[in-house]
């Protein structure tokens, strides 16, 4: 039977790649004829049937690769629906932003992380072992992580919640000032604007000191700086380099792999991660969106080691170096006693390690699920684990912003919002400026912070890092976090969710065909 209906759809694709094949010839021949009418020439008609055909051949063609490259169905589907509606501007997005096949051509120089290279505490259980406080229930989420993505768990560490801008910029700072070895600094954006003026001060003073200073910014996030300023900082010996460079070209699609992570490492003893970037919107000066709520992880003790691990492979990979095999610092045994597992994901990993660790830490949940996400687009797994996780009983809350920065992310993500409250989730709307925190707690006792949101670009094509935290008082602390936001939010109501008209019903529904694109 599954053979029977998979056979189904392969024919009924290929009858619409024969369709779209005669349409495209035949629009193109009318196109041909239309202009040879206006300047004849003897081999015009002869030129316009070669061209109809190979444009129509070409697009089919990109058809049959895109179905071959065995992407997931609604990316297939979104692709060639483009193909088969607008097929030359598809074509062209296609060559830009569309192609799988080079993912891991992008990436070879970059280290994989497979293998227990890394080193560690001790082993799996005398490091838990060594924790007064364990749960049990959660030592299958650890092992997943070791094995997705090769990080072990760490134990001695200080944590810190920050909750806005200003603690954020402020800790940063603070941080920074008291640099004696180096500053590692890796952002998505990065703005040249006051709170941009004053960190970039800091690092130009710091330099100067005879403090190893790197940054490395997104190209795509940071596009608005200019040369001449780039190279300024660099004169004054900040060593600054871009991730994947913009460079519009159809003959690579790096302008869809993005460096998402925010990292900062001092001296290798305290580290900062979490959802914010450098610009001024995120202290809630930009007028258009105002407050800006957002959370950031400040770590001191081991972690702290695996972070600055990240950056120097992102940075061996941005200058074109052989990776060092070298661990940046010593593991010892710091103050603090907080499990921590850092957790870095992208498109030059085997696993979609933050995707899996999501989904296994919803589906094992035994009591609670609040999520705090500024962009949600869920694939299927993650839509059935937390529709699955409330009908079993479990109290599974969602936090939103009500007013987006990205309007098309935005009602894409309300097409998924039906089906969750029929299953029992509570959904919330925050309406105090833009919520941008990427927070999820379990049951009390485990959470996650960082860069990754809850969509599918986080999970497949962003390069991400996360802090993983097997700690009740840190895990309690985000969640006060979480209920006072809720102070500000509007809960959606599903009977009065189902009345909205029917035009907003088919712009959620054609975003969301559009979202895997996105």
């Excluded at 009858?15 to 779209?20: A, D, E, S, Y």
């Excluded at 690579?252 to 490492?265: A, E, F, G, S, T």
């Excluded at 009591?367 to 705090?372: A, D, E, G, H």
Aim: net charge neutral.
């Amino acid at each position: 039977m599954k053979k029977s209906g998979a056979s189904i759809v392969l024919l009924f694709i290929l009858l619409l790649l024969i369709i779209n094949a005669l349409i495209i010839n035949t629009a193109y021949k009318a196109i041909f004829t239309f202009f040879r009418e206006i300047a004849p020439t003897p081999y015009f008609q002869i030129t316009t049937d070669i061209l109809s055909v190979l444009l129509a051949s070409l697009v089919v063609f990109t058809s049959v690769v895109i179905i071959l490259e065995r992407r997931d169905p609604a990316r297939t589907l979104a692709w060639l629906l483009i193909l088969i509606f607008i097929p030359v501007l598809g074509f062209i997005l296609y060559l830009t932003v569309g192609r799988h096949f080079r993912k891991r051509r992008l990436t070879a120089k970059k280290r994989k992380m497979n293998g227990y290279f890394y080193p560690q505490e001790g082993s799996f259980s005398e490091v838990i072992s060594k924790h007064e406080i364990i749960h049990k229930s959660k030592e299958r989420l650890m092992q997943l992580i070791m094995n997705n993505s090769s990080f072990p768990v760490t134990l001695y560490n200080d944590l810190k919640v920050l909750s806005d801008g200003e603690q954020i910029f402020s800790a940063m700072v603070e941080a920074m000032e008291s640099a004696k070895k180096l500053i590692h600094l890796e952002t998505y954006i990065l703005r040249s604007d006051n709170i941009g003026t004053r960190i970039i001060e800091i690092l130009l003073r710091k330099a100067a000191e005879g403090v190893d200073v790197r940054v490395i910014y997104d190209g795509l996030g940071s596009r608005n700086l200019g040369e001449g300023y780039l190279q300024s900082l660099r004169d004054a010996g900040v060593n600054i380099r871009p991730f994947f460079p913009v460079r519009f070209s159809f003959l690579h699609n790096r302008i869809n792999y993005r460096n998402h992570r925010k990292i900062l490492v001092v001296d290798n003893e305290i580290g900062f991660l979490g959802g914010v970037n450098i610009g001024d919107e995120y202290l809630g000066l930009d007028p258009q969106i105002g407050n800006w709520r957002d959370t950031h992880l400040r770590i001191n003790g081991n972690a702290v080691c695996y972070l600055d691990h990240i950056f120097l492979q992102d940075w061996f990979f941005v200058m074109r170096e052989p990776s060092q095999d070298e661990f940046p610092c010593p593991l010892e045994n710091r103050p603090g006693n907080k499990l921590v597992q850092i957790a870095a994901s992208g498109p030059d990993t085997h696993w979609e390690s933050i995707m899996q660790i999501y989904y296994y830490a919803i589906a094992t949940a035994e009591k609670s699920i609040f999520l705090t996400s500024p962009y949600f687009i869920p694939n299927e797994s993650i839509l059935t684990a937390f529709k699955t996780a409330a009908l079993s009983g479990v109290d599974v809350k969602l936090l939103l912003p009500a007013n987006p920065d990205h309007k098309i992310l935005f009602w894409a993500a309300m097409s998924y919002l039906e089906e969750l409250l029929e299953a029992g989730v509570e959904i919330y709307l925050y309406q105090k400026g833009f919520i941008h925190a990427k927070v999820l707690t379990i049951d009390g006792i485990f959470s996650s912070v960082g860069s990754a949101n809850m969509d599918q670009r986080s999970f497949k094509l962003n390069f991400e890092v996360n802090a993983l935290l097997y700690d009740e008082e840190t895990t309690k602390r985000l969640e006060t976090d979480f209920w006072n936001d809720l102070q500000y939010c509007e809960q959606i109501i599903l009977e009065n969710f189902k009345e909205r008209p029917l035009t907003r019903r088919v712009l959620e529904s054609a975003t969301r065909l559009l979202s895997p694109l996105l």
